[in-house]
């Protein structure tokens, strides 16, 4: 089982940015996708971008596309999420996860990580 470690989050203000980590314990079988998702008060948890550790596109919920990048730095087995132009409703706990690439399904994921508050202010 892999262990996932996320950090990052902190308070920023409407239009900011930030950039989340996630660290896994150790690579995961190449073509698994590696994910982000988030989960505000009273919502079900919803995908935010994925991709793998090699090769293919990575793919976005289209509320994030153009504002949120997801990369990744397999030496050091690390996911980023490079979030800008944030708005309030990007507010939650955010969470990485491993997964199946090309769903943004959460029951197509597993091994979560902790999770880390993003909190935007208007």
């Known amino acids: 089982q892999v262990q996932l470690v996320e950090s990052g989050g902190g308070l920023v203000q409407a239009g900011g940015s930030l950039r989340l980590s996630c660290t896994a314990s150790r690579r995961t079988f190449s073509l698994n996708a590696m994910g982000w998702f988030r989960q505000s008060p009273g919502n079900d948890r919803e995908f935010v971008a994925a991709?793998?550790?090699?090769?293919?596109?990575?793919y976005y919920a289209d509320s994030v596309k153009g504002r949120f990048t997801v990369s990744r730095d397999n030496a050091k087995n690390t996911v980023y999420l490079q979030m800008n132009s944030l708005k309030p409703e990007d507010t939650a706990v955010y969470y990485c996860s491993r997964g199946k690439y090309g769903s943004s399904s959460v029951a197509d994921f597993d091994s979560w990580g902790q999770g880390t508050q993003v909190t935007v202010s208007s």
């Open positions: 991709l793998r550790w090699t090769g293919g596109s990575p």
